[in-house]
């Protein structure tokens, strides 16, 4: 962290709500202008120039200013003259500092390395190609190792170079000459800045401080409304169906689930519950649903949620076609028509169509599909729309303004959804979806667990198919541990119990899952309450100092002809909730190394001691995913693997600390969460006079959502 002027701590402090710094006696970089910040609140600063287009927080769940306040004053992290803009007839430009060892986290969902630095970016909407910055959440905003972050407002294409861009009035590195130094010399020269611009005329960005990054987080998942709590059966068992199912198809395929003993919280209907899809026409096919009331009645009386496919496309056939007609773009994608959602009346025809033909009958949320899409299959950035809003701008934010639309239409009636989405945006903590990819590289879906956390997202990486019994294991291990346990058999038609000789073992991993949701879903209202993401990158774990090298870069002059070093960096492994580490293992691999944060650290399984700081190598075993625990480490679970039945509880305790936990329950569906109808359990693991380890439970508040009973289990005594 850079020391700061003693008077600019005053302004931070003192100052009432805007402070703005004349720049400093001449101008340290040519053609650009200081900054001025506004403080908005505490450890939040904003700053704007110009016009900035369409605003993402429109679409964003209001700020949780309170508990922002509970997080208290951060510093600001730069010096007072060091942060600039420029505008030109076409751009708009920042510039903000960069120091020699900060590392720079985020950028939205990328499925590639976690330190962005040393990269260009151009954030974009779009189906992941493996380019940088197209993907389906390029959300601007980046955390420093420092501990501050930064948003970069907007809902244009961002351009951003992390410590690339070296201007020639800037602090630069001293020039090598490659002939006589070619071990140093660097081709990507490392600058003393981020610099980043749009096409437009202004710009908005949002300052989070942070003594740790973690902290920044927080403030950001905070400041757009809070994470989300999912409806407890949003963290059961989801299942998609074949795309042409039937309503008897699928009758007999949750009987199939019940003879071999699956449990089934969700159904996933792919595009053929429609009589026309790609585009869309929302309404039910009769020939496979002749019935849709009838079968959502059974559905539910089994304790199963329905949830409906769709892309924003509209069939010409669609019975919302000639309503929706006056709101649409001037291009069509797959030859439906693309309304303009930035238009309120355009969202509530969407909305009262799924109220009376879905909502109404019984389904409990959607998958937006096809809101990312390569150039190919969307709307040209030339297109046009009625709003008048620009179309580049439109397609950033359309997954987000349809997420925002449907998670607030079921909070009207009091009803929490969980849906899947395959673009969002800034403001996506508090809709109430996961993102998920078409791509499907097992290390790269774990990479994006950790990067979720780094851009306010959740992610599943879900399990479609495999290629071996292994393959399905390891797949199946890393979406037990993961914010939807989902298997999207939409294409494959592949059961869970569809390779030899791994049956029970994922039986056995989904039942651990399911147990662990008192644990989960604490951790999501900590998300919800605190802004803790609960999936996390390990770099915003306390005590770890993991991991980062450097390639030795050996020239080769036709896969590496500038000899450029690689960043060698740890992406395997993630926190989930407060205290548990999990460290999946990938088809082949018979050990891994598993980078272990200060402290003691335990095996979830036998409770023994693993490590402490350092890197430990572990043997696979096909039948666990390596999870460990830290000490102190209280782990509430379910005695059964019946979600829904919550009478007893068991409660587990790694290592020797006293600590303790605030378990958080509620009724699981409803929003009355927010008005104080929830219950907050505290459960204490203290030392008794003969230094041996006791459990005690406390009921903090006199809501009724407790358990018959609570087992403490010491899994290290
Ligand atoms: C894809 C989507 C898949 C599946 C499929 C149905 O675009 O990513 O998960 O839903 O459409 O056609």
């Known amino acids: 962290m850079k020391i700061i002027s003693n008077n600019f701590v005053l302004l931070i402090f003192f100052s009432t709500t805007i402070f703005a710094f004349s720049q400093t006696q001449g101008t340290l970089i040519s053609d650009m202008n200081t900054l001025r910040w506004e403080k908005v609140l505490p450890g939040v600063w904003k700053a704007s120039f110009g016009e900035s287009g369409l605003n993402p927080f429109d679409y964003s769940a209001p700020s949780k200013t309170n508990a922002i306040k509970n997080l208290g004053e951060a510093p600001f992290p730069f010096d007072v003259d060091s942060t600039f803009y420029q505008l030109t007839n076409e751009r708009a430009t920042i510039r903000l500092p960069l120091s020699k060892t900060e590392s720079i986290y985020g950028m939205g969902l990328e499925f590639n390395g976690l330190n962005r630095r040393g990269n260009v970016y151009t954030l974009k909407v779009d189906h992941y190609g493996g380019t940088m910055g197209y993907t389906h959440a390029p959300i601007p905003f980046y955390v420093s190792s420092e501990g501050y972050g930064v948003l970069i407002n907007s809902s244009k294409r961002i351009k951003i170079y992390v410590g690339t861009a070296n201007r020639k009035d800037g602090k630069q590195t001293k020039p090598i000459d490659r002939t006589t130094n070619p071990r140093d010399w660097e081709a990507r020269p490392a600058a003393d800045a981020i610099e980043a611009s749009v096409q437009g005329s202004g710009l908005e960005i949002y300052i989070f401080g942070g003594i740790t990054p973690l902290e920044s987080v927080q403030r950001y998942n905070l400041f757009c409304g809070g994470g989300i709590l999912p409806p407890k059966w949003g963290l059961g068992f989801w299942h998609r169906t074949p795309t042409a199912y039937s309503d008897e198809d699928i009758y007999q395929e949750i009987k199939e689930f019940e003879e071999n003993r699956f449990p089934l919280h969700v159904i996933g209907l792919e595009p053929g519950w429609q009589n026309f899809a790609y585009p869309c026409s929302y309404d039910w096919s009769e020939e496979r649903f002749p019935n849709p009331k009838e079968f959502l009645r059974n559905l539910k009386n089994q304790d199963i949620e329905v949830n409906l496919w769709e892309n924003p496309y ?107 989405v395959r673009s969002s945006y800034i403001g996506s903590p508090s809709q109430n979806f996961v993102i998920y990819s078409d791509y499907y590289g097992h290390k790269g879906y774990v990479t994006a667990l950790s990067n979720s956390s780094l851009a306010g997202v959740l992610w599943t990486p879900e399990i479609r198919d495999a290629k071996s019994p292994e393959e399905w294991v390891r797949r199946f291990q890393s979406v037990c541990y993961s914010p939807m346990l989902l298997l999207n058999a939409w294409a494959s038609k592949t059961k869970p119990w569809d390779f030899e000789g791994v049956t029970d073992i994922i039986r056995e991993n989904v039942e651990t899952r399911l147990k662990l949701l008192p644990y989960l879903y604490t951790a999501f209202y900590n998300y919800n309450q605190q802004g803790i993401p609960p999936f996390r990158a390990m770099v915003l774990e306390k005590g770890y100092l993991g991991t980062e090298s450097l390639s030795d870069g050996a020239l080769d002059d036709v896969k590496n002809p500038y000899a450029e070093k690689t960043k060698l960096e740890v992406t395997d492994q993630y926190m989930m909730g407060p205290s548990i580490l999990v460290a999946p293992f990938f088809t082949g691999q018979t050990k891994r190394d598993v980078i272990l944060p200060k402290g003691n650290w335990y095996d979830f399984y036998t409770g023994e001691l693993v490590g402490n700081g350092n890197t430990i190598t572990v043997a696979a075993k096909l039948e666990q995913i390596p999870l460990f625990v830290k000490d102190g480490g209280i782990i509430p679970m379910l005695a059964s693997t019946d979600i829904f039945d919550e009478q007893n509880l068991e409660v587990r305790h790694y290592g020797q600390k006293q600590n303790h936990y605030l378990l958080y329950n509620d009724d699981g569906v409803s929003y009355n969460f927010e008005g104080g109808d929830f219950s907050l359990i505290q459960l204490q693991a203290f030392q008794d006079k003969n230094g041996k380890l006791k459990g005690k439970v406390k009921n903090s508040n006199s809501k009724d959502y407790r358990y018959n009973s609570i087992n403490w289990i010491w899994m290290t005594y």
């Open 314 to 420: 509209v069939a010409p056939t669609s019975s919302l076609a000639d309503k929706i007609k006056p709101y649409v773009g001037s291009h069509t994608v797959w030859h439906g028509t693309v309304p303009d959602y930035s238009i309120p009346e355009a969202r509530k025809i969407l909305m009262s169509h799924h109220q009376k033909e879905h909502i109404d009958l019984g389904i409990s949320g959607y998958k937006i599909d096809e809101v990312d899409g390569y150039d190919f299959w969307l709307w040209p950035d030339h297109a046009s729309f009625p709003s008048g809003n620009d179309p580049v701008e439109i397609r950033q934010l359309y997954g987000l303004m349809i997420q925002k639309e449907i998670t607030d239409h079921f909070k009207q009636q009091n009803k929490r959804t969980y849906g899947l």
